[in-house]
Nanobody, 120 residues
Framework: QVQLVESGGGLVQAGGSLRLSCAAS????????MGWYRQAPGKQRELVAG???????NYADSVKGRFTISRGNAKNTVYLQLNSLKPEDTAVYYC??????????????WGQGTQVTVSS
C-alpha cells in the first residue's frame, strides 16, 4: 500500500510564504516524477509544478518565479515553497507521484490534499 501524506498548508496574508511537504511511503520500488496540483472551488484541478527523478522541473505560468519545487535527499519527499502568495493561489493543494511498485509500473498516486488560503 502506497501513501502520500501532505502537510504545511494554512492561512496566510497576501505576500506571505508557505512551505508544503509531501512524503511517500509504502512498498515502493521507485518514484519517477512527483508534483503538486491545486484545485480552487468551482475550478478544475491544475498542475502547479512538477519534478522528475533527474531533477528537471516545470511550473505553471501563474506561479513561475514565486513557487519552487524540490525533492528531498531520500527522493521520497517533495516540497513546494510558495512565496509572494496571492489571493488567487487559494486552493486545495494535492501531491502527486508516479510510483512503481512490485505490482504496478508507473501508477499515479495522490495525497489527501492540504488547504492553502491567502487573504487579501
Amino acid at each position: 500500500q502506497v501513501q502520500l501524506v501532505e502537510s504545511g498548508g494554512g492561512l496566510v496574508q497576501a505576500g506571505g510564504s508557505l512551505r508544503l511537504s509531501c512524503a511517500a511511503s509504502g512498498s515502493i520500488f521507485s518514484i519517477n516524477a512527483m508534483g503538486w496540483y491545486r484545485q480552487a472551488p468551482g475550478k478544475q484541478r491544475e498542475l502547479v509544478a512538477g519534478i522528475t527523478s533527474a531533477g528537471s522541473t516545470n511550473y505553471a505560468d501563474s506561479v513561475k518565479g514565486r513557487f519552487t519545487i524540490s525533492r528531498g535527499n531520500a527522493k521520497n519527499t517533495v516540497y513546494l515553497q510558495l512565496n509572494s502568495l496571492k489571493p488567487e493561489d487559494t486552493a486545495v493543494y494535492y501531491c502527486n507521484a508516479d510510483i512503481t511498485t512490485a505490482q504496478t509500473m508507473g501508477a499515479d498516486y495522490w495525497g489527501q490534499g492540504t488547504q492553502v488560503t491567502v487573504s487579501s
